[in-house]
């Protein structure tokens, strides 16, 4: 990659790179699957549960869905965690995510577009 | 988490980027200060930024983060080091590795934007080796914004050059005190030294060194880009801004939390945490790693800044905040955070390496109910003693635990000297199990439970323990369904 | 100059002093451990772990060590509060807590600077007792014993070894309660680079680091009819043994060092001095050889065992440039094993010899394979340090200060000035220089003897000496750190000598590892050396080779200096050494 040279290259890398990254600019038609994977998510079974993300999406030959890796929401407790971003909408954190859970996230959040409430936790994370 | 709202500065981006991607850090207006400071501000600006944010160290002692900075830039030299102490190493504590793990960048970008103002080209970073995914993460970013022109030399085209690289320590705690961390990187033994000099006149090699931990640095950049007024509007006077906890223990909910300077510990605890595990009854809660205290029930509602805390009998440290219930023995927990401190010490000074040895075997007497009225006064004499004479932080503050413990649950240490009783039942010379004899229906689960072979008594009769033989281990109470048994 | 208040009193002291010094200077007296300035040989120990000294500073949280903290403008020192008093003797008592109270048959026995620190502070009781760190002695040296359960970890033997000497032996080891002060991987002394200067012991203030004590197998060498016991005394004995008698520093006891060895039942008294001045023979012509046949210059001296292994370890590329003479109480060994033996009638596997000297590395050195002896066992038997005749003497009952001054013993016990110098820096080189003014100017009816540009105390000094049309370029360094810094220049190409006298212990063997002890007063080793000049000043015969019997030795026995005998006798070699 060529080195930035200036403050506009700089400026002009971070336009692009808006679309590029796992952050969803508003009129994006993706969605993301973000997975906590820090030490405490990976040890919980992050990993396990994003490959059983990703075999259920090629299963289910869903397409406009990428998986990134994110580091620690901060709820240990409740790890392994998966959230899902999709412009425009709050995003949905779910918490204790087992495989069952993930593929029920596939199934029914990701393909019927609702999610699966009982594994839903409500975060308010105030970016400011 | 209902009721209470988490102001995420330091932990901005953990857990929303992909912190092996800097161009999602760059598209979170990562590296905006860096590119700021160089092309609109002077180094003495970024200073006085810093300075005016009140900023304070976030990895414990809470020194004002700016004027080491000016110390730095002030002291003379022709090389200078910025360093980062990412040597986390407080028992339950992980707010530093998260940071490392989830927003590398933050890190990096604050220290260009350090080595930007006191005129440093060349940065360190001390990272755990037991931390391997953050220094994979870490690697990944310097790798990354070197190759980018973020880092390097010319960084965006300006005059301004600063490169970084990674320093594994081995795993000695008192490396994550400053001096004794140059002293590791020096390739020498961790071991603190004398200060004065301060580090920022004279710390690795004995050049002018700017050292601060993770989460200090992680609030860097955003101070910068949004100035030091939007910081100064978290927090309280002293204390401004956010401080991230690390919250264990006998709480429903662990995890990491970032509340502003001057939330009430109750609000952390009842609010964030989800109050105690179990329902049981909550007994304290201890800040500040093995170098802080216990602060009790009747002191929830204090307002969690670096004085406070202080004022309490112990201290912020780095953020770790663990839990008791009525459960945990005071007593016990303050051998357990000595222990700690006694195996850590690098054995420099006197008072560290034997005094704590000696204070160590006070509390070992009392937990195994060889404690006498003149113990309790010694731990407090010696204790004292220690923190008055240790030559560096962990020293001075390793007898923090015993001597909040003592102060605010004498009783407890009381009961263990004159009555011989552990009253949260956890010491185990202090403990027995009997059977109600009116309870026992002779079920005899108890005795085929013991790991001991130490219950005696035929089916439907009343069982015994031997109490010579019993271990104390308590399985016979879990195991009884008629509340037959008991502590006593 | 600041402006401090100590006690209530108004003190200044210079920029840069410390608190103690600045207290001292007041007449303030604050018990230290630890701290040690050897200012003039750069020992200074400023580590501030022992934390004895602590005072109370106003406006400071905590205690403050005064060894370590600065004296600054307006500080409010208190070093008598309550507060302070308690805490520094906690200290002690928490040091004492983890010290074997063995004093009574500890080798520093009322020479203790923690015993003293216990006197001084009235300690009576040790309240908080609690299991000692145990430790097991390390012998594997012929020299130093180290007892790390005796360690107060002041750290001044690390200093001594790791910046004055650069030798980089000690470090600590392990952590918390465990800490001890020792080699690497906690190596036997045996195998690792120490070249047994012996100067940690000089400064270790407890009995950790000892010497290895030789007198009771030379006790039941004495008492052995069969065998016959040799004693010869190096020089810089004689000029310190009398403080172990309480005599005042500098005093000259040659006269009753020799009565005292008589006394103790050796068979003869002899003086190492006799091959020092034989040494001067051989080194003199092996640097006159070395010049004709175009051989390596400069020539470095080879009398100090510690300097030698040094470079065998430090400096193995230059193995070739040390002169391959014997030190001189080697010499006397292998000359004594065979012409004295002759001389005398003893069968040489009868004969045992016993030198005394300033010296642990000569211990290690008697040892070596390369001086196993020509005719029986070692050139030289058993090595006893100043310290340990000392005991000896006392132990015999011998009232050393009441005895009438006696001389040494014939053949072998003549000596010159020139000799006697070997005891203090420069010493050799003057030797040295002594007799190349006359052999190279042979025309100079009235050659000098005092060559006072070679004498003093610097680290590293260098002179050219003119004799007739030449100019000899001479370096001296003492203390192995100086040494080092000198060879390195030397194996660089930035230093050109032709001769160059190194000594491992700062200010040469007045200051040995062996000696009595110092008491942390460098002004003990400058008045050792002042009284080594005053015994030079009162010989008649002052060169070396103007020694009758070293000349008769050469007529009778050896033939010519550097000779095919000589050779075989009194020269020998080195071999390249491990790093740790």
């Known amino acids: 990659m060529p080195k930035l040279a200036s403050w506009d290259e700089l400026k002009q890398h971070r336009e692009d790179s808006k679309s590029r990254t796992s952050l969803l600019s508003p009129d994006s038609n993706r969605i993301v699957l973000a997975v906590g994977e820090a030490t405490c998510g990976i040890a919980a079974g992050a990993k396990e549960i994003a490959a059983v993300l990703q075999s259920e999406i090629e299963n289910k030959g869903l397409e406009n869905i990428s998986i990134i890796a994110t580091g620690c929401y901060g709820m240990c407790y409740a790890e392994p965690m998966v959230e899902v971003r999709e412009a425009g909408k709050p995003s949905v954190y779910y918490g204790y995510v087992t495989e069952s859970v993930a593929k029920s996230i596939v199934a029914r959040h990701l393909v019927a577009g609702s999610p699966v409430e009982e594994n839903v936790l409500h975060v308010e994370v105030q970016i400011p | 988490m209902s009721g209470v709202s988490q102001t995420r500065i330091a932990l901005r981006n953990c857990g929303v980027i992909d912190p092996e991607s800097i161009n999602d850090y760059i598209a979170t207006d990562g590296y905006d200060a860096l590119a700021k400071a160089i092309f609109t501000l002077t180094p003495d600006d970024v200073v006085d930024i810093v300075k005016k944010s009140g900023l304070r160290g976030r990895g414990g002692a809470g020194f004002p983060t700016g004027i080491k900075w000016e110390t730095a830039k002030k002291s003379q030299s022709d090389v200078k080091y910025v360093l980062c102490n990412a040597d986390e190493g407080d028992p339950g504590a992980f707010m530093d590795r998260s940071v490392l793990e989830g927003d590398p960048h933050s890190v990096l970008e604050a220290m260009a934007l350090c080595g930007y103002a006191i005129g440093a080209s060349q940065g360190i970073i001390y990272v755990r080796a037991e931390y391997p995914l953050a220094v994979k993460r870490l690697q990944i970013a310097i790798d990354q914004a070197t190759d980018l022109g973020l880092l390097g030399e010319n960084i965006l085209g300006s005059s301004f050059s600063f490169s970084l690289r990674l320093y594994f320590g081995a795993g000695a705690f008192v490396c994550g005190e400053e001096t004794s961390l140059m002293n590791s990187v020096q390739g020498g033994r961790g071991e603190p030294r004398i200060k004065p000099p301060f580090p920022a006149v004279a710390g690795l090699w004995n050049k002018p060194t700017n050292i601060n931990n993770v989460e200090t640095y992680a609030n860097i950049a955003p101070i910068i880009r949004n100035g030091w007024e939007w910081f100064r509007k978290f927090g309280t006077e002293k204390s401004p801004g956010t401080k991230v906890f690390a919250l264990a223990g006998k709480v429903n909910n662990v995890g990491l939390v970032e509340v502003p300077m001057g939330t009430p510990l109750r609000s952390i605890i009842e609010g964030i945490g989800g109050g105690i595990r179990n329902g049981r009854r909550y007994k304290a809660v201890q800040t500040g790693g093995p170098s802080g205290g216990c602060i009790p029930a009747e002191h929830l509602d204090t307002p969690i800044d670096y004085e406070s805390l202080i004022s309490l009998g112990s201290m912020m440290g780095s953020g770790g905040m663990i839990v008791m219930d009525e459960d945990d023995c005071m007593v016990n927990i303050a051998k357990f955070y000595l222990t700690f401190t006694a195996e850590e010490s690098c054995g420099k000074c006197t008072p560290c390496r034997i005094g704590n040895k000696r204070l160590l075997e006070i509390l070992d007497r009392i937990t195994e109910g060889e404690g006498t009225d003149n113990d309790l006064e010694e731990l407090d004499i010696l204790g004292n003693i220690i923190k008055d004479t240790a030559l560096c932080g962990l020293g001075q503050s390793s007898p923090n635990p015993a001597i909040s413990t003592l102060r605010f649950f004498r009783d407890e240490y009381t009961a263990h000297v004159k009555d011989k009783r552990c009253p949260a039942g956890s010491c185990k010379k202090l403990i027995g199990f009997k059977i109600l004899a009116d309870k026992c229906t002779g079920c005899t689960v108890c005795a085929r439970n013991c790991p001991a072979n130490c219950i005696s008594g035929s089916i439907k009769k009343v069982h015994v323990i031997d109490q010579e033989k019993c271990i104390k281990c308590g399985a016979c109470l879990e195991k009884c369904r008629f509340k037959a048994i008991v502590r006593g | ?580």
């Not at chain 3, 050469?554 to 075989?568: M, N, R, S, V």
């Open chain 3, 1 to 580: 100059m600041v402006n401090l208040t100590i006690n209530n009193m108004k003190a200044s002291a210079p920029e840069g002093a410390t608190i103690l010094e600045a207290a001292r200077d007041l007449g303030v007296h604050i018990p230290t451990l630890c701290h040690l300035n050897l200012h003039d040989i750069k020992m200074v120990n400023r580590v501030g772990t022992c934390r004895v000294c602590m005072v109370e500073v106003e406006g400071r949280r905590n205690l403050l060590p005064a060894c370590s903290t600065l004296a600054t403008e307006g500080m409010v020192i208190r070093t008598n509060t309550s507060r302070a008093i308690r805490a520094r003797r906690t200290i002690v008592e928490l040091l004492l807590s983890n010290h074997p109270k063995e004093c009574l048959t500890c080798e520093r026995n009322q020479n203790c600077e923690l015993q003293s620190l216990a006197a001084e502070m009235g300690i009576r009781e040790i309240k908080y007792e609690g299991p000692r760190l145990k430790s097991k002695k390390d012998t594997s040296s012929y020299s130093i014993v180290r007892n790390s359960e005796k360690c107060v970890l002041c750290r001044r033997c690390e200093t001594m070894c790791n910046e004055v000497q650069t030798v980089g032996v000690y470090s600590a080891i392990h952590r918390g309660f465990e800490t001890v002060i020792g080699p690497a991987f906690d190596l036997p002394m045996i195998d690792t680079a120490c070249t047994f200067c012996g100067q940690c012991v000089s400064v270790c203030p407890t009995g950790a680091l000892t010497e290895t004590d030789d007198s009771a197998d030379v006790w039941a060498a004495i008492s052995n009819p069969d065998l016959f016991v040799i004693a010869q005394t190096a020089p810089a004995v004689r000029v310190a043994l009398g403080e172990s008698f309480g005599m005042p520093v500098g005093s000259q006891v040659t006269g009753k060092m020799a009565a005292a060895l008589r006394k103790m039942g050796f068979d003869r008294v002899l003086d190492t001095d006799f091959a020092a001045d034989l040494t001067i023979m051989e080194e003199a012509n092996e640097f006159l050889h070395r010049v004709t046949h175009g051989g390596r210059l400069p020539i470095l001296t080879s009398c100090c065992p510690a300097w030698v292994k040094f470079f065998e370890h430090q400096f193995p590329d230059l193995l070739d440039i040390p002169s391959t003479c014997k030190s001189p109480h080697e010499m006397f060994g292998a000359v004594a094993k065979t012409y004295l033996a002759k001389k005398l009638g003893i069968q040489p596997e009868k004969m045992v010899i016993v030198s005394i000297m300033p010296c642990l590395a000569k211990k290690f050195e008697a040892k070596r394979e390369e001086l196993a002896g020509k005719e029986a066992g070692s050139d030289v038997d058993y090595v006893l340090s100043t310290r340990e005749l000392a005991r000896m003497i006392r132990e015999a009952g011998i009232n050393f200060n009441a005895l009438a001054d006696e001389e040494f013993d014939s053949i072998m016990g003549e000596s010159t000035g020139a000799s006697v110098i070997f005891g203090t820096t420069g010493g050799v080189i003057e030797a040295v220089v002594r007799s190349a003014a006359v052999w190279l100017d042979k025309d100079n009816p009235n050659p000098p003897i005092d060559f006072k540009q070679l004498r003093g105390i610097e680290g590293i000094r260098e002179a050219e000496v003119k004799i007739a049309d030449k100019t000899l370029r001479i370096a001296i360094a003492h203390g192995l750190g100086n040494a080092r810094a000198l060879l390195t220049d030397i194996r660089d190409g930035k230093a050109h000598y032709d001769a160059i006298e190194i000594m491992a212990c700062p200010s040469g063997c007045v200051g040995g590892g062996g000696q009595p002890y110092h008491g942390n007063n460098i002004e003990v080793l400058k008045k050792r050396a002042a009284a080594i000049y005053k015994e030079d000043e009162e010989k008649t015969i002052r060169r070396s080779h103007e020694n009758k019997e070293v000349q008769a030795i050469y007529e009778d026995f050896l033939g010519e200096p550097y000779g095919e005998i000589a050779h075989e006798l009194l020269h020998t070699h080195y071999r390249k050494r491990d790093l740790l």
